[in-house]
T-cell receptor, first 115, second 114 residues
């Protein structure tokens, strides 16, 4: 079945450091890909998404490019801030055999940014 | 506009007790979902609803029941709680079911079963 694998955390960075969180997926067909973020004590909220190959999703300085050839959707940010400390989830929806509209999540990566 | 709300925020149960978690959304969304979040496991879909009066099983439905009597509410029931159901439960809703559509999440309910 469809699945998402993302890098294990926790990740600890200093403010203004470069961030990469790796995400790869297993799915046939053409799933949509998402990054959700969960700030401490809150529910998840959509950070960005991409719906077809080579699309780049971006929001709040974060970017991720849908790479079908490598089945990846890595999250990047050029300069992190303390306020970016959160848990980041990669997710997919669709693809052949995937239940339309249901999200499949990775395990999450906790990011801590130190001043 | 409150979005998605969940009641209660915290609950402690003893093994064998029952309870109902309430999810409410004020966005007139057609679709609603219940997930559980466990350490190192990400979120896993328990049940979902594609409209008032309809529900379907997700990835981990055993031990849970759901009802969607009103469009804005989605209830998750535990008939006989077990320690394995200790988790954080999230409700979500979406306007459409297309694969590119965003889901909106509530703040979660932390449940402990002793």
């Amino acid at each position: 079945g469809n699945s998402v694998t993302q890098m294990e955390g926790p990740v600890t960075l200093s403010e203004e450091a470069f961030l990469t969180i790796n995400c790869t997926y297993t799915a046939t067909g053409y799933p949509s890909l998402f990054w959700y973020v969960q700030y401490p004590g809150e529910g998840l909220q959509l950070l960005l998404k991409a719906t077809k190959a080579d699309d780049k999703g971006s929001n709040k300085g974060f970017e991720a490019t849908y790479r079908k050839e490598t089945t990846s959707f890595h999250l990047e940010k050029g300069s992190v801030q303390v306020s970016d400390s959160a848990v980041y989830f990669c997710a997919l929806s669709g693809g052949y055999g995937g239940s339309q509209g249901n999200l499949i999540f990775g395990k999450g990566t906790k990011l801590s940014v130190k001043p | 506009n409150a979005g998605v709300t969940q009641t209660p925020k915290f609950r402690v149960l003893k093994t064998g007790q029952s309870m109902t978690l309430l999810c409410a959304q004020d966005m007139n969304h057609e679709y609603m979902y219940w997930y559980r979040q466990d350490p190192g496991m990400g979120l896993r879909l328990i049940h979902y609803s594609v409209g008032e009066g309809t529900t379907a099983k997700g990835e981990v439905p055993d031990g849970y029941n759901v009802s969607r009597l009103k469009k804005q509410n989605f209830l998750l029931g535990l008939e006989s709680a077990a320690p394995s159901q200790t988790s954080v439960y999230f409700c979500a809703s979406s306007q459409y079911r297309e694969i590119y559509n965003e889901q909106f999440f509530g703040p979660g309910t932390r449940l402990t079963v002793l």
